[in-house]
């Protein structure tokens, strides 16, 4: 059971008092105990020295070493708030350090291929002797049984793999959905929400789980209605570039400059006289052929080259600005530059910069602001293996002096 | 052991009003699905979201929205029309029997209507009030309104999505309500545990565009670290190289080139006698960058002997569009299903392009059960839904009832729970508050 350990006066961080051991690497797993880190569990991300964590390897810094970029501003930033630990779960000790750590955890979760935690001797049967409540999720790309049990995937192929890219583009257009969505929509949410739902289970009754997410399966349960429309009407969804069943105008239009762009969404009539109004009412918004959701549905490339013909006159700032102000859904299609610029983000501090050894990095702040009790983002994540190794065995684990020195003697550290 | 059916869900003891637009459906479906009491309150006459397709049977009919289905698995309905003071007074009744409340209005409404976050704690201070709105409750822009697109839009996703040649293009199926809604559940859930410590409920404040700019990857990163920002690149990811190829039966993403699989892709080329000249001396050079420039590299950059981060692909478009012919020649040899399976075994990145149909068929999906039936009495027939996101071993989630009729739920509500008379139902009915 949690227990409110408040000083008095201090503000409680909303997790407080769990502790979370993070076995995860790369982007998807990260991000799930970064949620919980970021609003004060203490996490406890266990790394490898002898397999280095990819975001590690990817350039990141301001500052460069030896004439290159500073690699590992992605792994601090993915893994802020977090201890970070190395133990090389393959040696006798650095396994047995592990279970001392699940002993004194409550959610223990890992990204590796199906079935390799009970390989190494950390499955969940194991654990559950070690800490009989314990929350343990795994991650395997396809799940843990059935034909592609043993099979890798990665956030750009899941993406395609469950169909977003045959539903996302223009008619005709081959699908040009490139990106890594999975990793930080899907994937790292529904873990968090169901280790949260198995907490607050634990709390009524003292019972722990095991918690499978395949991500594929994980990722294909945002692809909506998509499914329906398939087994209840046999149809296969065709490319609908910009436009939505209902609403209109709706798409991205091109505004004056180099490449810049405004959407905008029209759903009701009371926004489409709104929309009309900003424009200046000219004689073709009251033509017969866009006087309803439909008729502008069915008119819609023409509807579309008219509202370019104003827009593209027009900065994309200056489009949203106009709309906005008579209630109408607009937005810049922001480049990086644009959001870093973008005074609501600024307002919100959606990113911060921290400090760093070798200078400053980056890093996205939190997005669910709570009224009562606040996340805050205190540190980067470690800055190098194992910089909280002291720490976590002395304090956590109650490890003498002699035996952290012995245990990097026996490689339990590597 | 217990069976599936008997055993207990993990929210079970939460209850949930459900006072959400589209944005919001997402969020209560996931509390639904693991156990939690979903009541939605529908205006009189229903909700709006009965009106987006795709229909069942393409019958325009508000009680045969597929969309609105597929977004109100585990829910009950209740018809209320919380703008009169009828019907403010029986959401008061409720909000005091519940845990969470989930509303997508515009900032400041609920609190115009008597009912903003300090009045609902007046009446329930362990209620968790989630609000989730365009731009969020604070902020220059707070009374912006905003849409899936528009949050894609100005989250910074939109712009690196479809072929330089094209408009930015978005994609389907609402990602950027998703990404919303799931934020939203991960902040109810967090609330709930603090809630369980503290006895205190509170607000939790979610912007669309706000959860939507995790979704950007490292666009506005990027942007800060070297000072440019990323475009659209079409078939192509980050590297220069492209992903997406044809072969025999549809598509494949493959991103071997990129990594330590290009060697694999080789041999594999090879041993059906397919690698053509990529052996030459010509390609090394070309095929060295492509290893040892790998974005997922494991370690790959100590290998090679060249300096991969001087040496650009940029630098050898001819060779490395012929390395691309040669390997589309090879995947044209082969479907989506083999090409997957073989790269498996080969430790290759490959995967298929997926649609709704393959998905369906997918032998993995089927041998996991990821698929329910649910039963529509109405319809007479069960319908196929998408399966749990996450399988819990202690607290299965599950789809408890299909989406509720409109107001389907009034009398089991309003008189059997919160005791209200058949005479008094009567009369909000005839002033149209219910």
Redesign the interface.
């Not at chain 1, 949260?196 to 289970?201: E, F, P, T």
């Given at each position: 059971m949690?227990?409110?350990n408040r000083e008095s006066g201090k503000q409680?961080m909303?997790?407080?008092?769990?502790r979370v051991a993070d076995f995860t690497w790369v982007q998807a797993g990260p991000w799930v105990g970064r949620?919980f880190a970021n609003?004060g569990a203490e996490v406890i991300r266990v790394e490898s020295n002898t397999?280095?964590d990819?975001a590690r390897?990817?350039?990141?810094?301001?500052t460069t070493v030896n004439g290159?970029?500073r690699k590992g501003?992605?792994f601090t930033?993915f893994n802020c708030d977090k201890l970070g630990i190395t133990l090389n779960l393959k040696n006798a000790k650095g396994l047995e350090i592990a279970k001392r750590l699940v002993a004194v955890s409550d959610v223990v979760c890992d990204n590796f291929s199906a079935g390799y935690m009970d390989r190494i001797g950390l499955g969940?049967d194991e654990l559950k002797k070690i800490k009989p409540d314990i929350i343990m999720l795994s991650m395997p790309v396809?799940?843990s049984?059935?034909?592609?049990k043993?099979?890798?995937?990665?956030g750009?192929?899941?993406q395609?793999?469950?169909?977003?890219?045959?539903?996302?583009?223009?008619p005709g257009?081959?699908?040009?959905?490139?990106?890594?969505?999975p990793d930080?929509?899907?994937n790292p949410?529904?873990?968090?929400?169901?280790l949260?739902?198995?907490?607050?289970?634990r709390?009524?009754?003292g019972?722990?789980?095991?918690?499978?997410?395949?991500q594929?399966?994980?990722s294909?349960?945002?692809?909506?209605?998509?499914?329906?429309?398939?087994?209840?009407?046999n149809?296969?969804?065709s490319l609908?570039?910009?436009s939505?069943?209902?609403?209109a105008p709706?798409?991205?239009y091109?505004c004056s400059g180099n490449?810049r762009?405004?959407?905008i969404?029209v759903?009701s009539e009371e926004q489409w006289n709104a929309f009309a109004r900003v424009i200046g009412n000219p004689a073709w918004t009251s033509d017969q052929r866009f006087s309803t959701l439909p008729q502008r549905k069915e008119h819609e490339s023409d509807l579309d080259k008219l509202v370019t013909a104003w827009t593209s006159e027009r900065t994309a700032e200056d489009v949203m600005r106009l709309m906005?102000e008579a209630?109408?859904?607009?937005?810049?299609?922001?480049?990086?530059?644009?959001?870093?610029m973008?005074?609501?983000?600024k307002?919100?501090e959606?990113?911060i910069e921290l400090e760093h050894p070798d200078g400053t990095a980056?890093c996205?702040n939190i997005?669910?602001?709570?009224?009562?009790?606040p996340g805050k983002i205190r540190r980067l994540g470690p800055a190098t293996p194992g910089q909280d190794n002291e720490y976590v065995f002395q304090e956590i684990l109650g490890m003498t002096e002699d035996e952290i020195n012995m245990g990097y003697v026996e490689g339990a550290f590597d | 052991m217990k069976t599936e059916e008997s055993r207990d869900s993990a929210l079970t003891d939460v209850r949930v009003l459900d006072l959400a637009g589209e944005s919001g459906l997402y969020c209560t479906k996931l509390l639904g699905d693991l156990g939690a009491d979903v009541i939605k309150i529908e205006p009189p006459g229903g909700d709006a979201v009965r009106r987006v397709g795709p229909f069942y049977h393409d019958d325009l009919d508000p009680e045969r929205s597929l969309h609105f289905y597929h977004f109100n698995t585990s829910k009950r309905s209740i018809t209320l029309n919380i703008e009169t003071e009828e019907g403010r007074d029986i959401l008061a009744k409720l909000v005091k029997t519940a845990d969470i409340m989930v509303e997508t209005f515009a900032p400041g409404y609920l609190a115009e209507n008597g009912m903003g976050y300090e009045e609902l704690k007046k009446i329930n201070p362990r209620l968790i009030l989630v609000s989730i709105t365009g731009f969020g409750q604070t902020g220059p822009h707070a009374n912006y309104v905003s849409s899936d697109l528009i949050g894609l839009a100005t989250g910074g996703l939109l712009y690196t999505i479809g072929f330089p040649d094209d408009p930015p293009t978005t994609l389907g199926a609402s990602q950027a309500y998703h990404m919303a809604s799931s934020n939203a559940a991960v902040g109810a859930l967090i609330a709930l545990l603090n809630r369980d410590v503290t006895g205190e409920g509170q607000w939790v404040d979610i912007a669309i565009q706000g959860t939507a700019l995790r979704l950007s990857e490292m666009a506005p990163y990027t942007y800060w670290l070297v000072g440019s920002y990323r475009k659209r690149s079409g078939l192509e990811y980050y590297r220069g190289l492209r992903d997406v190829f044809p072969c025999k039966d549809g598509r494949v993403i493959c991103s071997a080139l990129g990594g330590s699989g290009a060697g694999k892709m080789l041999d594999w080329m090879e041993s059906e006698g397919m690698v053509a000249d990529l052996r030459d001396d010509k390609y090394a050079i070309v095929m060295a960058i492509m290893t040892g420039g790998s974005f997922y590299g494991k370690g790959d950059q100590n290998k090679t002997r060249l300096d991969v981060a001087s040496a650009k692909l940029q630098d050898f478009p001819e060779e490395v569009r012929h390395i691309e012919e040669v390997w589309e020649s090879f995947l044209m040899t082969h479907t989506r299903e083999e090409l997957f399976v073989g790269a498996q075994e080969r430790g290759v990145r490959l995967m298929p392009v997926n649609d709704v149909k393959s998905l369906c068929e997918d032998i993995g999906l089927k041998a996991r059960k990821y698929f329910v039936q649910v039963d529509h009495h109405e319809l007479g027939e069960s319908l196929v839904y998408p399966g749990p996101p996450y399988r819990l071993g202690e607290t299965p989630w599950k789809i408890s009832r299909r989406a509720p009729l409109i107001g389907e739920h009034n009398k089991e509500i309003y008189q059997d729970e919160l005791g209200l008379s058949e005479e008094l139902l009567e009369s909000l009915k005839s002033a149209n508050v219910i």
């Open positions: 949690q227990k409110d409680r909303p997790l407080e008092g769990i949620y609003y397999k280095v990819w390897n990817v350039p990141g810094g301001k290159r970029l501003a992605l930033n969940y396809f799940g049984t059935g034909p592609r043993r099979y890798a995937g990665y750009t192929g899941i395609a793999a469950v169909g977003l890219s045959s539903i996302s583009g223009f257009r081959p699908p040009g959905v490139n990106i890594a969505l930080m929509g899907p949410t529904h873990a968090t929400v169901a949260l739902a198995a907490l607050h289970y709390n009524r009754t019972k722990g789980q095991f918690i499978e997410e395949a594929f399966e994980s294909l349960s945002w692809m909506g209605p998509m499914v329906l429309d398939y087994t209840a009407n149809r296969v969804p609908q570039g910009n939505l069943s209902h609403a709706h798409g991205v091109r490449d762009w405004c959407a969404a759903f906005q209630k109408v859904p607009a937005g810049v299609v922001a480049t990086g530059q644009d959001v870093l973008d005074e609501q983000v307002s919100r959606y990113y980056f996205e997005v669910i602001k709570f009224s009562h009790t | -």
